[in-house]
């Protein structure tokens, strides 16, 4: 998916992987950073350390990675390994994501089972829901810039992320209707605005 906010005329030209194996192993690397989820990590991984995407980019992939069935990073990675090698690009880019990683879940899940009735273990695990929320959130701030270049402009983005806040966490509506609703009225104005 091409972006329609390509950024600056002064920003440099992005990289690209240069093979599946580089896919492969740059997103087998994100796997294993992101407890908690993976959104602060492949952010900062694809748009900043590898600059194969520009913020503008990440965001639309984002969102549509998001709105498709299955994990998010799963599909961002299929995007991103298919548009640089194809079918095969996405293989090794997901391959990368799931190989490892599974390992290391079988491995803690054995663990837990052993010890989770410890008092330790239970802190351990709701001090990582603290961390993911934070990495979540800080993920989010850091990637608001990118909305003055977005075509509903920063109030109205806003606006609309307040509404899904308020949908989903307070009023505990079914996250399928609120994206209907609030991606469909977004949709709907941004179509107006870029006619």
């Not at 796997?31 to 913020?55: I, S, Y």
């Not at 980019?57 to 640089?84: C, D, H, K, T």
């Not at 829901?129 to 608001?144: C, E, P, R």
């Not at 810039?145 to 920063?154: D, E, I, Q, T, Y």
């Amino acid at each position: 998916m091409s972006s329609t906010f390509d950024g600056a005329a002064d920003a440099p030209p992005l990289a690209r992987p240069r093979s599946r194996t580089d896919l492969f192993i740059s997103f087998t690397l994100l796997a294993l950073q992101g407890f908690g989820g993976v959104l602060a990590v492949v952010q900062r991984e694809l748009v900043e350390n590898k600059r194969w995407m520009t913020r503008e980019e990440f965001i639309e992939e984002w969102a549509v990675a998001q709105i498709m069935p299955g994990p998010n990073v799963i599909n961002l990675s299929i995007s991103l390994g298919s548009r640089y090698f194809g079918f095969t690009g996405a293989l090794a880019a997901v391959a990368g994501l799931i190989t490892f990683p599974l390992g290391v879940l079988l491995a803690l899940a054995l663990f837990y089972a052993q010890y989770s009735g410890d008092a330790h273990m239970v802190g351990a695990v709701r001090g990582m829901g603290a961390v993911a929320a934070g990495l979540i959130t800080a993920t989010g701030l850091k990637l608001m810039p990118a909305l003055k270049r977005n075509v509903l402009g920063v109030p109205l983005s806003a606006a609309l992320g307040v509404l899904a806040f308020v949908a989903i966490a307070w009023l505990k509506l079914p996250l399928l209707w609120v994206l209907l609703a609030l991606g469909g009225v977004s949709c709907v104005l941004a179509f107006r605005k870029l006619a």
